[in-house]
């Protein structure tokens, strides 16, 4: 059997070294207060035990659960406002007066960095969106990390507008299921793929990724020029590209690594300055 002085000191040990303010209050006063706890509120630990609990003597809300989660702002006695995560369970015990342990986490830089990354992701927003062609940035799983109204209105058939939404609502989906939606919209598929529309969709696809391929090449063979007075003026380079796609080709690193590296080999052999797959498609 498990020694109770031995787990109660188990307990108390883990109490005043969580990296989560933790305290508990019974009769509207702190019985036990973390040294995160009370670095979280600007004071010291034994100043809080055994003094009134203050805001946190009940749950502001009216009616509020047995279990509850809520966001507060603390003033530190140093006047320095911080936006509290606080979390408050009952407890009731044989051996101990009932009451609540509370938990707290200062999340106001958490709220500060969401709001700026926010602000920044609306000045990139607006950026893009002021653009007179259309913009798009796909990530590499080919979805849209990113897109501006402009190349919504060109993916859209005649009579299908507002068809795509917006540029906000298109983030996150796949090219494959644009294509296909372009389809559903009437777009007309070549007559040699009648009959097998899911294979035109995988063409598509591949012809996608192939111009991601093209512009990496064509970047990368562009003449370097170097400074006057050196033996050779201009510096010309190239690259070969393999690919090889997850998860049809492989469902870890290493195989997909391999079967690229393979991919490339072949590209060099067959006349370098191309890219080519691992099933052997240029």
């Not at 407890?91 to 700026?116: F, K, M």
């Not at 979805?143 to 507002?162: D, K, P, W």
């Amino acid at each position: 059997m498990s020694n109770p002085s031995r787990l109660r000191a188990e307990h108390e040990a883990l109490f005043h070294s969580s990296l989560i303010g933790a305290a508990y209050i019974s009769a509207g006063h702190f019985v036990r207060v973390n040294e995160e706890f009370a670095r979280i509120l600007g004071r010291r630990a034994a100043e809080l035990a055994g003094a009134p609990a203050g805001d946190f003597a009940a749950d502001p809300r009216p009616d509020p659960p047995a279990h509850s989660s809520y966001q507060r702002e603390h003033v530190r006695p140093d006047g320095d406002r911080r936006l509290l995560l606080i979390e408050e369970t009952p407890i009731e015990g044989e051996h101990r007066a009932p009451g609540r342990l509370v938990t707290v986490v200062d999340i106001t830089d958490r709220q500060r960095h969401a709001a700026a990354l926010e602000n920044a992701r609306a000045l990139l927003m607006r950026a893009v969106n002021s653009m007179s062609d259309g913009f798009v940035l796909f990530d590499a799983d080919d979805r849209i990390l990113l897109c501006n109204q402009v190349y919504t209105s060109m993916l859209e058939g005649a009579g299908a507008e507002g068809a795509f939404g917006t540029a906000e609502s298109m983030i996150g989906m796949h090219v494959e299921e644009i294509i296909r939606k372009q389809i559903a919209q009437g777009q007309p598929v070549p007559a040699e793929y009648a009959g097998d529309i899911g294979r035109w969709v995988r063409d598509r696809v591949a012809q996608h990724r192939a111009a991601v391929a093209a512009k990496i090449i064509d970047a990368l063979s562009q003449p370097i020029p170097l400074p006057s007075g050196t033996p050779v003026v201009v510096v010309q380079v190239g690259c070969s590209i393999g690919v090889a796609i997850y998860p049809g080709d492989g469902a870890d690193a290493d195989t997909l690594i391999r079967l690229a590296d393979a991919a490339m080999y072949q590209a060099k052999e067959s006349g370098r300055g191309r890219f080519l797959y691992h099933n052997g498609q240029v």
